[in-house]
């Protein structure tokens, strides 16, 4: 075995945000009077299979894509109607036209694929019908007239989207907590971190953690001005993020502003740019998607974040944490901001090394504790650290030909925090999202269990040859659940 320091880097995360999922039909309105939502910009009827092809291309790329939805033609009950600013109809807003049992199957669909695709909130109906009911752009904060809505209007908004959600018992009284990521429509992010009332302030409250805009939209509100900056609104972690070259309305429209000059960690794109014209031209589609994210894991400098989670916690740690090779790998963490800590903890931090043929990161420690997980993935070794507190960690690890003897492979899209290994049990501490399949490389365990009723373990594998357990666990809230796993022997 050896150890070599001259592959080793501390990359930057990358993700795409995908917005306006949900709508029932992408024709805009833009031009109606009274002016209606832009919907998705495409004529076309959505239905299962338009969720179906952006899963695809998660399931073969082992990441849980952002999928930001707008659910006002979800609305099987009305709902709206309670809150006339959310639609062009106001009061008299009636969805009976759309109601259909097809929605019924979506819902269920992505909430069973919540490993896959991250449930996101966008809004209710993108756009802002004040009481003139001349619509304003857009829903979230009022960039016509560069002015914030009212406090009470868009709480509002935010209890509607919950009211959808419950809908399809997608509510915290059937055990399922609000998305955690948010990105607002057009951009319309009322950024206002030093005020009693901001946007951040609201998502806050609503069980928010994440979210992403484009900060070039908002200079009157005096946004980080980092290409790639952000920080912490009243708890809310905000990051910048751009276009680069897919419209928000085009069919099979991939970024084509090359990888070096992508100075955002997270990439805005929308759902018609992950679909065809058609079902049979999908799987060329399908196939370019899951080439472009390839070409990510292989680029120096850049990995495949594998969720939000992982996603801001890469960015958090780019930002704050220093990491120096000198022999071995030394991590200075003590600036990252306690309020990192006090509303949304760092998860993971990422190391990537490049490996030749044959060859296997064969042993890691920091600071004497096992690495919690591992991947390797496009000719690289990808080493996932515990959540890393204010403090300093020494790394230690060698390559040689063999894996290491125990150690979480996550080619999923779960976040391991901490694994622990007695005599008697292995201790995975893990955030679990949807039904997935967590495979622990370690001699062959003789039963499993769950601290957590939310943490379902389903079946267990055992792989001799590769001494791979397979267990099969189950996150009954469709947003994660974090829980301890426990491996006796």
């Known amino acids: 075995m050896s150890t070599s320091y001259s592959n080793i880097e501390f990359p930057r995360a990358f993700a795409f945000a995908i917005d306006d999922l949900g709508w029932n039909e992408g024709s805009s309105l833009a031009t109606n009077t009274p002016r209606g939502p832009h919907r998705a910009g495409v004529k076309r009827t959505f239905n299962i299979n338009d ?58 669909y992505v909430r069973d694929e919540a490993a896959a695709m991250e449930f996101g909130f966008h809004g209710t109906g993108h756009e802002y019908w004040p009481e ?76 928010v953690k994440y979210a992403n805009t484009d900060f070039g939209q908002i200079p009157e509100l005096n946004p980080p001005i980092e290409r790639n900056g952000g920080g912490f ?3 809310l972690h905000v990051i910048n993020r751009n276009n680069y070259g897919n419209p928000w309305y085009a069919l099979s429209c991939l970024p084509n502003v090359t990888l070096d000059l992508q100075y955002t960690d997270v990439i805005e794109s929308h759902w018609p740019n992950w679909l065809a014209q058609d079902d049979f031209l ?50 200075d963490n003590t600036q990252m901001p306690g309020e990192a800590y006090r509303y949304s903890k760092p998860g993971n931090m990422v190391l990537k090394i490049g490996l030749n043929p044959g060859e296997h990161v064969s042993s890691a ?17 990808f080493l996932y650290l515990p959540p890393l ?20 492979y996550n080619d999923g899209t779960y976040n391991v925090y901490k694994l622990s290994q007695t005599t008697e049990a292995i201790k995975i501490n893990a955030r679990v999202y ?35 357990v397979s267990i099969h666990v189950k996150a009954l809230d469709f947003q994660g659940v974090t829980g301890n796993i426990i491996l006796n022997f």
């Open 51 to 108: 969720y179906r092809y952006i899963i695809d291309v998660a399931k073969a790329v082992g990441v849980r894509v952002q999928c930001l939805f707008v659910l006002g033609e979800m609305d099987r009950e009305n709902v709206l109607a309670k809150y006339p600013t959310t639609t062009n109809m106001k009061e008299r807003w009636n969805n009976r036209a759309l109601v259909n049992d097809r929605q019924i199957a979506i819902m269920k």
């Open 132 to 207: 003139d009911n001349i619509q304003r752009r857009a829903e979230w904060y009022n960039l016509i007239d560069r002015t914030p809505w009212p406090e009470e209007s868009l709480r509002g908004h935010i209890e509607a989207f919950g009211e959808i959600l419950a809908q399809y018992d997608l509510s915290r009284g059937n055990g399922h907590s609000f998305p955690e990521t948010f990105v607002p429509c057009a951009y319309s992010y009322y950024w206002n971190p030093n005020g009693d009332y901001s946007l951040g302030a609201l998502m806050t409250e609503a069980g």
């Open 233 to 235: 609104d009243h708890g």
């Open 282 to 331: 999908q799987r060329d589609v399908t196939e370019q998607w899951v080439n472009y994210y390839r070409s990510v894991q292989r680029y120096n400098g850049r990995y495949i974040a594998k969720n939000t989670e992982q996603l801001h916690s890469q960015w958090l740690y780019n930002k704050y944490t220093r990491v120096a090779f000198n022999g071995l790998v030394e991590i």
């Open 365 to 381: 420690l920091i600071n004497g504790e096992l690495l919690p997980a591992y991947l390797e993935d496009q000719g690289f070794a």
């Open 389 to 408: 507190e204010k403090k300093k960690y020494t790394l230690k690890y060698e390559i040689g030909k063999e894996l290491m003897p125990v150690v979480v």
């Open 434 to 468: 949807g039904s997935t399949v967590l495979k622990v490389r370690c001699d062959k365990p003789l039963k499993m269990t769950s601290d957590n009723t939310a943490l379902v373990l389903e079946k267990m594998g055992y792989d001799e040859p590769r001494k791979l």
